[in-house]
């Protein structure tokens, strides 16, 4: 099978000072006082039409062309903002460089009916990431326990939250038409530990 188009690798960091899993907590609890499941809901539902609205006025192609590059270029914030959170890198998005690398290929041609059909067909893609990060909850959890006992993450626990990273990236990739292909756990299963090395920092 050809190498998938949205491809994240991390370079983890091998320490975690224990001061940082209450900064992110905190991060997230703020967070969770917004409403995120309903920003999220929203957000699952409106980007597919401004998508369409998008492709209708120009076109597939110079959606590609002109809009995707901007919505990669947000996503990558998004990605390293994740790392952080989820104890995977000691990064923050507003830092230069980043130890989190979100490549996405462009590819495709969208149309207005494909693009609003993704409300459906992400469905699938869309439980298999709610599942995931049920997990990766709990993973959080007792990972932050590792941190603060030992300021370590077991390497097991930073694969898993980097694999739920990764499918959730992708199914969002595919949601906005950016990709046509599907998002996979298999797929991404198989793409392994490449690019999760340890990288030891302060």
């Not at 590609?64 to 890198?89: C, E, H, M, Q, S």
Request: glycine share 6%; with cysteine; aromatic share 8%.
């Amino acid at each position: 099978m050809s190498r998938h188009p949205v491809q994240l690798n991390i370079e983890r960091a091998a320490r975690i000072p224990r001061i940082h899993v209450v900064i992110r907590l905190v991060l997230l609890l703020a967070l969770g006082t917004l409403g995120c499941s309903s920003i999220y809901w929203f957000l699952y539902l409106a980007l597919p039409a401004m998508v369409a609205a998008m492709v209708s006025q120009k076109g597939g192609p110079r959606y590609l062309a002109d809009n995707a590059p901007k919505v990669v270029r947000v996503l990558r914030w998004f990605a390293v903002a994740y790392g952080y959170l989820w104890l995977l890198t000691n990064d923050l998005p507003t830092s230069e460089g980043s130890h989190v690398d979100l490549q996405i290929e462009i590819e495709g041609t969208p149309t207005v009916g494909s693009s609003l059909l993704r409300l459906l067909t992400s469905l699938p893609a869309l439980l298999l990431v709610w599942v995931l990060s049920l997990v990766a909850a709990l993973a959080w959890l007792v990972a932050a326990a590792f941190v603060l006992a030992t300021e370590r993450m077991p390497a097991a626990l930073a694969d898993f939250l980097t694999l739920t990273l990764r499918v959730q990236f992708r199914m969002i990739a595919y949601h906005l038409s950016l990709v046509e292909r599907y998002p996979s756990l298999k797929e991404s299963l198989a793409a392994g530990p490449e690019g999760q090395q340890h990288l030891a920092r302060g």
